[in-house]
């Protein structure tokens, strides 16, 4: 069975500040990992995906994450933050060969002050 | 056009009464999931449903009872609601991993209050 870890549950930043949100997973197996973003009283929207090839994978709003296979991480950063950042941030992980289910953790909270 | 939705999008009930939830998803997946967001916004899954066959339940107290009509709609029956039950409820799809999708998309969230 698979497990994640997110090692900041809360993240203060101020604004045009780098960020890393750090994640990692334990898994025997192939793992696709994702990150998702939560904004307040809102759904889940997926940040980016690895799935396979590049370890170094960009996706929306300017978050990039890196795989690490070795190190079995998948580090969540941006080089500057903007206010609108502030959310909860979830790491997935799906070992399943056949579906999306995934595994998260406990989620990261960023608060992006001025 | 939305592609997975949820409603209601809030929900306030008495204990001990009976309780749906009703997702679709418009994406032509074939697989539908639930998942459960606590107070401390801890994720996890409850039930997957493939072509309207269960294929994960993760020891969920049996008063909770998907139901697939089709595979496009994944409903979330409780019965005999506890205080325990409030929380977010998330409906997500997909489609297996290298059949084109390559993520599950979720809903909105359905927040449940019993009181």
């Known amino acids: 069975a698979q497990s994640v870890t997110q090692l900041d549950s809360q993240v203060p930043v101020f604004e045009e500040a780098p960020v890393e949100l750090r994640c990692n997973y334990s898994s025997s197996v192939s793992v696709y990992l994702f990150w998702y973003v939560q904004y307040p009283n809102q759904g889940l929207q997926l940040l980016l995906k690895?799935?396979?090839?590049?370890?170094l994978v960009k996706g929306i709003n300017g978050f990039e994450a890196e795989f690490n296979k070795s190190q079995t991480s998948f580090h969540l950063r941006k080089p500057s933050v903007h206010i609108s950042d502030t959310a909860e941030y979830f790491c997935?992980?799906?070992?399943?060969?056949?579906?999306?289910?995934?595994?998260f953790g406990a989620g990261t909270t960023v608060t992006v002050r001025a | 056009d939305t592609a997975v939705s949820q409603t209601p999008k809030y929900l306030v009930t008495q204990m001990g009464n009976d309780k749906s939830i009703k997702c679709e998803q418009n994406l032509g997946h074939d697989t539908m999931y639930w998942y459960k967001q606590d107070s401390k916004k801890f994720l996890k899954i409850m039930f997957s449903y493939n072509n309207k066959e269960l294929i994960i339940n993760e020891t969920v107290p049996n008063r909770f009872s998907p139901k697939s009509p089709d595979k496009a709609h994944l409903n979330l029956h409780i019965n005999s609601l506890e205080l325990g039950d409030s929380a977010v409820y998330f409906c997500?799809?997909?489609?297996?991993?290298?059949?084109?999708?390559?993520?599950?998309?979720f809903g909105q969230g359905t927040r449940l209050t019993v009181v």
């Open positions: 690895y799935l396979s090839g590049s370890t």
């Open positions: 997500a799809s997909s489609q297996p991993p290298g059949q084109g999708n390559t993520e599950a998309f």
């Open positions: 997935a992980v799906s070992e399943s060969p056949n579906d999306y289910k995934l595994s």
